[in-house]
Nanobody, 124 residues
Framework: VQLQASGGGLVQAGGSLRLACAAS????????MGWFRQVPGKEREFLAA????????SYAGSVKGRFTISRDSAKNTVYLQMYSLKPEDTAIYYC??????????????????WGQGTQVTVSS
């Protein structure tokens, strides 16, 4: 699976941004799709995941209610809609794909394929 993330940029605090992750090379019906972010010097942080086959989602507590993960099957693309952005949301955002197991994958080590990352900067 090849993943291409896009949609990052500079936004003011309180603003919104939508990230996209286009997948190619495989159909995603057997995959969980996830979003993570990383600040230099810190570990990669799980944000949200979606089981492609049924649309079930899982969120980290830190973003639940502000971020929404969704998919467009026709475009083989997963999105991360981010609302009420804060300066502490500034990071590089990554999308990833994991072969579906019993539970929706929420740990970095569960993901097999990664996109290149897209920078999100939230100014105060």
């Amino acid at each position: 699976v090849q993943l291409q993330a896009s949609g990052g940029g500079l936004v003011q605090a309180g603003g919104s941004l939508r990230l996209a992750c286009a997948a190619s090379g495989r159909t995603l019906s057997s995959y969980d799709m996830g979003w993570f972010r990383q600040v230099p010097g810190k570990e990669r942080e799980f944000l949200a995941a979606l089981r492609w086959s049924v649309g079930r989602t899982s969120y980290a507590g830190s973003v639940k209610g502000r971020f929404t993960i969704s998919r467009d099957s026709a475009k083989n693309t997963v999105y991360l809609q981010m609302y009420s952005l804060k300066p502490e949301d500034t990071a590089i955002y990554y999308c990833a794909a994991s072969i579906s197991a019993w539970y929706i994958a929420t740990s970095e080590g569960s993901y097999d394929y990664w996109g290149q990352g897209t920078q999100v900067t939230v100014s105060s």
